[in-house]
């Protein structure tokens, strides 16, 4: 879904499974998240969203909201709190969106991609589209 909205240019760019680390008050958190949406060419540079990994909807092992939030916080260090950070988790056909501004966090309610909210959800990748352009500009 994310590759339909096309996030590459020479200013942004989807990386996979790149190794995200920082300090957060004064705890190392680190992971791979499944892709990040960032600047850069060939290496993220500055992390905007990060999408955390599938979870089957039947024994999902891990708590893919908690991961999420932790890359979002190392994005948010690396980017000097000068922005939201957006992120998303995907357990089953459930996709939860999630937004982290300063210490604070939202995460909404599941939009089914096997029902209409799948346009939704397209919707809502094109505005993160138009947000990420307008950070750089």
Known sequence: MITL???????IGIFSERPLQGMVDDIVLKGNPDGMIASGFREPEQPYFCFQEYKR?????????GQCLA????AQEM?????????????????YFMLLQDREYIITSAYVATRDDIFEIFRILKALKQIIIGILS
């Open 5 to 11: 909205v096309d996030f590459s240019s020479h200013n």
């Open 79 to 95: 980017n000097e709190h000068r922005t939201a950070i957006y992120g998303c988790h995907v357990i089953g056909a459930g996709w």
């Open 71 to 74: 890359a979002m916080l190392v």
């Open 57 to 65: 909807y039947r024994d999902p092992h891990g708590d893919p909201a």
